[in-house]
């Protein structure tokens, strides 16, 4: 279980968190909602390590991770995915995944569903936008993760686009690993069942919720 | 091959451990203006051990490497929180400070080769290695050229490990290598650590060839021409740095009527070539590239 509890955060002076409480179990889906600027990237950088907060803990499975380095956050199997796709432009895509050959053919599957088997070869600019957020996802997901949080993974997407994206992440999401996904889109979310948050002035709306 | 050529060839493999030293920094995102500090470190211990304590150049070159290595893994440390412009400046601080506490260092002894040791402003004389060991120039050049090919070989071996594939992604997005459980911390100290080394060892080298070293020696602008050789080859392959070293020293240094000019050339060859190859002449995309068409040869 991974345990949010009163995460404050000020951004120059201005309170983005304010108290923030959650619990995610192992295999929940979670679409956390709420309008531009009302901190929803600012949790999700705090809950996988790329920014500590001012006030508040983070626990995984009973120990306080909160000032660990987003690295061993990774390392711990809590996961993320970038609202605007990051990608080396001068590497192949197979380069970017990070990983060795056994674990692409194991992961065959997923590969062919993303259709990224035409595109292992190509450089980022080659390849189209929505396969490219799939790629993100792949590379979060290849070592397993136990939770994933995905940082508004339709953005630019068109809406055919969108349902085919919804039926990857449900086709090759294990059950077991939890979802957080930072979304403007509801149908995105209805898609894979999630259960949908909304962060408003700084706090979750259901308070104490354990999703 | 005549006396000047042979001296040109060295000068160029010497450089180049200076110039694969800046390669090894700019992996790990980071531009350093001090690798000549590494390079007088080790030419300085070098100079000692085999002078003063009569060492074989096996051992003294191994210290050079380990001591340099030794004061690059501090700055690393003590510049963990500094990036770009801010590790810049700390680099070429570190160096102009070891050069300055050069002139301050003296410490010499009276032998039957002269006056040895480090003599502040008067630098350190009588390396009289090559002498004594009946060294030719071509010789040196031959055990310069294989140190480097060596050192070379290994690199391009070591392009295709996991180490160096994520030291990149380290240099290049350390948000992304942290986001796949990369610790950015241990590539960049590492790398930091063995460019200091590479660079030392090749200063081990210098002071037995040139058979004196002095402060001055290790000014900026031995660093700065290590770093553009490293900019202008292109940061796809350990060759990038050597091809810096070609164009500046092989071509234009050596060819005698634009040797005065060179300085001058240099400056402009190096804008142009940018403008042309802004990664440098062997890109690490020119690398993908070539990659990717022998993978689609072998499975045609």
Redesign the interface.
């Known amino acids: 279980m991974l345990e949010l509890k009163g995460l404050k955060k000020l951004f120059k002076g201005i309170s983005v968190l304010n108290g923030v409480d959650i619990s995610i179990q192992q295999g929940t889906k979670i679409g956390l909602s709420g309008g531009n600027g009302t901190g929803k990237s600012t949790l999700l950088n705090i809950a996988?390590?790329?920014l500590t907060p001012e006030e508040g803990a983070i626990i995984l499975n009973g120990d306080n991770i909160t000032h660990f380095?987003?690295?061993?956050f990774?390392?711990l199997g809590v996961?993320?995915?970038?609202q605007k796709v990051?990608f080396?432009?001068?590497?192949?895509l197979k380069?970017q995944l990070?990983t060795s050959d056994a674990i692409i053919k194991r992961n065959l599957d997923m590969l062919k569903d993303a259709g990224l088997i035409d595109y292992l070869?190509a450089?980022p600019n080659e390849v189209p936008l929505p396969i490219l957020r799939k790629v993100e996802v792949i590379?979060?997901l290849l070592?397993r993760p136990r939770y994933l949080f995905l940082d508004e993974p339709s953005a630019g997407m068109a809406a055919t686009d969108l349902h085919d994206f919804g039926e990857f992440l449900k086709e090759h999401l294990d059950a077991d690993i939890s979802l957080v996904v930072v979304e403007h889109r509801l149908e995105l979310m209805k898609k894979i069942d999630a259960n949908i948050i909304e962060l408003r002035d700084g706090k979750l709306d259901n308070g104490n919720i354990i999703a | 091959m005549s006396l000047y050529f042979v001296t040109i060839l060295t000068n160029m493999t010497l450089i180049s451990f200076i110039a694969i030293s800046a390669y090894l920094i700019l992996i790990v995102g980071e531009v350093s203006f001090g690798q000549q500090a590494f390079f007088g470190i080790g030419a300085y211990i070098t100079a000692t051990l085999t002078t003063l304590l009569g060492l074989d150049i096996v051992i003294a070159l191994f210290f050079s490497f380990m001591v340099s290595a030794s004061f690059a893994l501090v700055l690393s440390v003590l510049t963990i929180r500094l990036s770009g412009f801010y590790f810049a400046v700390a680099s070429l601080s570190f160096a102009e400070l070891f050069r300055l506490s050069l002139y301050k260092i003296e410490y010499t002894v009276e032998t039957n080769s002269g006056t040895v040791g480090p003599n502040g402003p008067e630098g350190f004389q009588n390396i009289r290695w090559i002498f004594e060991n009946n060294v030719s120039p071509d010789n040196f050049l031959v055990i310069a050229v294989s140190s480097l090919l060596a050192l070379i070989i290994l690199l391009i071996f070591m392009e295709n490990s996991k180490l160096f594939?994520?030291a990149r992604?380290v240099g290049?997005?350390q948000?992304?290598?942290?986001?796949?459980?990369?610790?950015?911390f241990f590539y960049r100290v590492g790398f930091i650590t063995l460019a200091g080394g590479v660079a030392g060892f090749g200063g081990g080298l210098f002071a037995l060839f040139n058979t004196y070293i002095e402060p001055s020696m290790f000014g900026i602008m031995l660093g700065v021409h290590g770093l553009a050789y490293s900019i202008i080859g292109g940061l796809?392959y350990p060759l990038g740095p050597l091809i810096g070293v070609f164009i500046d020293i092989g071509l234009l240094e050596s060819v005698r009527f634009l040797s005065e000019y060179r300085m001058i050339l240099f400056g402009g060859l190096v804008a142009a070539i940018l403008i042309i190859f802004p990664?440098g002449i062997i890109?690490?995309?020119l690398i993908?590239r070539i990659?990717?068409k022998l993978?689609?040869k072998t499975n045609a």
């Open positions: 996988t390590g790329f380095e987003a690295w061993k990774a390392r996961k993320r995915t970038f990051r080396n432009e001068a590497l192949i380069e990070h070869y450089f590379r979060a070592e | 594939k994520n992604l290049k997005d948000i992304v290598a942290q986001s796949i459980g990369i610790r950015p796809g990664e890109s690490p995309r993908s990659k990717r993978v689609k």
